[in-house]
Each structure stands twice: as C-alpha cells, then as structure tokens.
C-alpha cells in the first residue's frame, strides 16, 4: 500500500534553513504529482506546494515564495521541500501527499520557528 514518511523538521531560529524529505513506496512514485501540506497550531491544513510527475510543473503558496524549493528525485522515489529564511509563521507539522484514487498522507514532521 501507498507508504509515504517525512523527515528533517526540528527546531530552527527565524532566518535558518531545514530540508524536509519526504520518502515514498507503495505506488509508482514517478508518474504522480506530489504536495507538501502543513497545518499549524489551531489552523486548517494548507497546500505549500506541489510538483508535478517530472519535476517540470512547481506551484507555491505566495507565502513561501522565493523562500522554498520543491523538488523530486523519481530515481529515489523521494520528494523535498527546502525551506530557507524560516519564519515564526512557518511553525507547523508538515505533511507530505500524494492523490492516486485517494488522498495518502504521511506522519507528518513538526518544524518550529523560534528565538
């Protein structure tokens, strides 16, 4: 079945960087498009961004603009999301998701903005 496990949240000063990853099994990982959700404290879950099967479609929320990059590499079956100049409004458990027939989604990895 559809696996999908996130990793490399943590805690990080506004200003810093993480590279969340995002490993993927149970499907043909290349032949689908891929988004990373987050939701924060009390806040629905929303769309960061999403690729397409390629790589060559990408799509931002205008929050993270100019501050994340999504990107795949199929030969690994692994998606990520590198997130620089971090905020304290990023603070929020971020999933990673794939729709085949359903929704699949992750266990989710907690990143934390603070000073």
């Known amino acids: 079945q559809v696996q999908l496990v996130e990793s490399g949240g943590g805690l990080v000063q506004p200003g810093g960087s993480l590279r969340l990853s995002c490993a993927a099994s149970?499907?043909?990982?290349?032949?689908?498009?891929m988004r990373w959700y987050r939701q924060a404290p009390g806040k629905e879950r929303e769309l960061v961004a999403t690729?397409?099967?390629?790589?060559?479609?990408?799509r931002y929320i205008d929050s993270v603009k100019g501050r994340f990059t999504i990107s795949r590499d199929n030969a690994l079956n692994t998606m990520y999301l590198q997130m620089n100049s971090l905020k304290p409004e990023d603070t929020a458990v971020y999933y990673c998701?794939?729709?085949?027939?359903?929704?699949?989604w992750g266990q989710g990895t907690q990143v934390t903005v603070s000073s």
């Open positions: 998701n794939v729709r085949i027939t359903l929704d699949s």
């Open positions: 690729i397409g099967s390629s790589g060559d479609y990408i």
């Open positions: 149970g499907f043909t990982f290349s032949t689908y498009a």
